[in-house]
């Protein structure tokens, strides 16, 4: 039996993280949990799997469920909490779920106390890659992928030298705007953003993958993640997310991995490396039925957040700090219906315009330039 601690434990990862170990009961107990603020989610969970400890982001909240459940259930809250449940005791694996730059802290803490992690959560990697995989290297931590591309790439690595690596080639879908031009573009509403053809996820990262910022995380965590340079890393836009991602070696081989898009199979992969486990029959490729794929050359004008990123990860030091953070709250005051969808990347680029990189941050440069590159964006929404 493995033991299993949860960051975002009712997101769009967590809920499906929360059914790979429902399907396989036999193997893994969810044994600690963070949720935020959807607190029937929060219940439903506490019932049905009867975890240790239970984080929440509310002091009132937390209260009201000590109230409500046994003592045999410990329960936290706030930023500190997350901390707790990413460092529990008795767990083998923490699932990192959360959103955004708040899981940077508990990364690094669970990777102290030796947790092997499976990180769905890129923005910690985008906002500080080199101090999250400098401590794993140090407490001879394994990060897990759980990012579909990342996991595709994992396993076609597998036996590998990655000294053999040519580059990664990262697939895209297109998100929700694929066939519209720029000019298009202008008016678009929150609603349609949210129409993500191929997958089902949280908010943000659909906004992400309408503005191709998603690609863009995406190139940074597979910089950290596989320790490549950013010219050995290129994205190629692949409508039906049917080949996951590809790795090109010297000899001009290129081994790909292929799925139906159903993040279950990624998250199962990084809970049961280097085994595999059954999957229900439902979600499996059916190559005669697709007939066809088709991959495209990515318009980086087009999709100029990617740009964007490629150039922030280029530049290193605090620039992709930055360039997370202004994504992170740029994207929330779109949600709001605060700016307009193009608004997005011009917001960004002012944030990374009159930024000074510092080199070599440490963990408070980079938790000091993410609060104060959330608050020049809010300033401006
Ligand atoms: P969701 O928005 O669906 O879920 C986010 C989770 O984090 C929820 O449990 C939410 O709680 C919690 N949360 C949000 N903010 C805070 C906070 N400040 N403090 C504590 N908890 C918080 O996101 P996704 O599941 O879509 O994405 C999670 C991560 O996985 C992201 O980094 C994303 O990029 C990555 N990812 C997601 C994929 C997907 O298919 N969804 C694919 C690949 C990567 P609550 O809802 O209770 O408020
Ligand atoms: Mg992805």
Request: hydrophobic share 40%; with cysteine.
């Amino acid at each position: 039996m493995k033991y299993i601690s949860l960051l975002g434990a009712t997101g769009s990862i967590g809920m499906q993280t929360l059914d790979v170990i429902r399907n396989h009961s036999e193997a893994y107990r969810l044994i600690a949990f963070s949720s935020g603020r959807n607190m029937d989610e929060t219940r439903k969970i506490i019932k049905e799997f009867k975890p240790k400890l239970v984080s929440v982001q509310n002091k009132d909240d937390c209260k009201r469920l000590e109230a409500e459940f046994d003592s045999s259930i410990s329960f936290s809250y706030g930023e500190e909490s997350l901390v707790e449940v990413a460092v529990y005791e008795k767990a083998d694996i923490l699932v990192n779920a959360v959103l955004g730059s708040v899981g940077l802290f508990p990364t690094l803490q669970a990777i102290k106390a030796k947790k092997t992690i499976a990180i769905a959560n890129k923005e910690t990697l985008v906002t500080a890659g080199h101090l999250v995989m400098e401590a794993a290297r140090e407490n001879d931590v394994e990060l897990l992928p759980v990012d579909s591309e990342h996991s595709a790439i994992f396993q076609a690595l597998q036996g590998e030298n990655p000294k053999n690596i040519e580059k990664l080639i990262l697939t895209a879908s297109g998100g929700s705007f694929r066939d519209r031009t720029r000019n298009e573009l202008k008016e678009v509403t929150v609603e349609e953003a949210l129409n993500h053809p191929n997958w089902s996820m949280g908010a943000k990262i659909t906004i992400d993958s309408a503005t191709m910022m998603n690609k863009g995380l995406e190139v940074i965590e597979a910089h950290w993640l596989f320790d490549i340079p950013f010219e050995q890393i290129e994205v190629l836009l692949h409508r039906e997310s049917i080949i996951h991602s590809m790795v090109e070696f010297h000899d001009s081989s290129v081994i790909a991995q292929l799925g139906t898009p159903d993040m279950r199979v990624p998250i199962q992969y990084a809970l049961t490396y280097p085994d595999r486990f059954p999957f229900p029959k439902a979600s499996k490729l059916n190559l005669a039925q697709i007939g066809k794929l088709h991959f495209q050359e990515m318009d980086m004008d087009r999709f100029y957040c990617l740009k964007l990123a490629y150039q922030a990860g280029v530049a290193g030091g605090t620039m992709p700090t930055v360039l997370n953070a202004a994504n992170e709250a740029a994207v929330s005051g779109f949600l709001k219906g605060k700016i307009k969808f193009l608004q997005i990347e011009e917001l960004i680029e002012k944030a990374l315009s009159r930024h000074n990189r510092i080199k070599h941050p440490d963990l408070s440069t980079i938790q000091d330039v993410d609060k104060e590159t959330r608050s020049y964006i809010d300033s401006l929404l």
